[in-house]
């Protein structure tokens, strides 16, 4: 089975300081990982994936995540926050070997940045 | 937005009602989602179509009922609901290919309330 966690709920953050959203996950194989993130009264909007090759992987709006396969995590970054970053964010795992052929999502984190 | 659309995006409805949802993917994608959003829970996953073959996820209730008339359009036919279905129902493509997942694009959802 496949599953994600997003340890925090909410992250708060002042403006201009480095944020970082958690995920970890568990897969029997090898994973593919998402992250999205949804705006208010929006849908959910894709920000950058991990598939395979470099472990950091850089996306849209100026985030990047890194995988780490010995900690099993994903971790959303970004270097300086603003406040329009302030969003639900999601992260997504699916397994490359498993039977599940959808993606299984986390249950979110709230990221507030503080102007 | 995304190129995906939802109507309506905000619907109150009876436990005897019966009323559709509806999405349009304007991308050519090959693969359309439904998606229940609930406060602080994990996406969950309804129904997939996939080049016109339909996957479930077993845990979904018969009072929901999917059709998929052709790749560019989805429904959610709603009958005999529960209060605790009042939730977001997001609407998503996809490019099915052979090399891993694709980025979903996801609809705007429907705000659906039953009393």
């Known amino acids: 089975a496949q599953s994600v966690a997003q340890p925090e709920d909410q992250v708060n953050v002042a403006e201009g300081n480095p944020l970082t959203v958690k995920c970890t996950y568990s897969v029997s194989g090898n994973p593919y990982l998402f992250w999205y993130v949804q705006y208010p009264n929006r849908g959910l909007q894709f920000l950058l994936k991990?598939?395979?090759?470099?472990?950091l992987v850089k996306g849209s709006y100026g985030f990047e995540a890194e995988f780490n396969k010995s900690q099993t995590s994903f971790h959303l970054k970004k270097p300086s926050a603003l406040v329009s970053d302030s969003a639900l964010y999601f992260c997504?795992?699916?397994?490359?070997?498993?039977?599940?052929?959808?993606?299984?999502f986390g249950s979110g984190t709230q990221l507030t940045v503080l102007p | 937005e995304t190129g995906v659309t939802q109507t309506p995006r905000h619907l109150v409805m009876g436990m005897t009602n019966k009323k559709s949802l509806k999405c349009e993917q304007h991308l050519g994608h090959n693969a359309m989602y439904w998606y229940k959003q609930s406060a602080k829970k994990p996406l969950e996953l309804m129904f997939v179509y996939s080049l016109e073959e339909r996957v479930e996820n077993n845990s979904v209730p018969s009072r929901f009922s999917p059709e998929c008339p052709n790749s560019s359009h989805l429904f959610l036919h709603l009958h005999t609901l529960q209060p605790e279905d009042s939730a977001l129902y997001l609407c998503a493509s996809s490019q099915r290919a052979s090399g891993g997942p694709n980025e979903q694009f996801f609809g705007p959802g429907t705000r659906l309330t039953v009393l």
């Open positions: 991990y598939i395979t090759g470099d472990n």
């Open positions: 997504a795992v699916r397994d490359m070997e498993g039977s599940a052929r959808q993606l299984t």
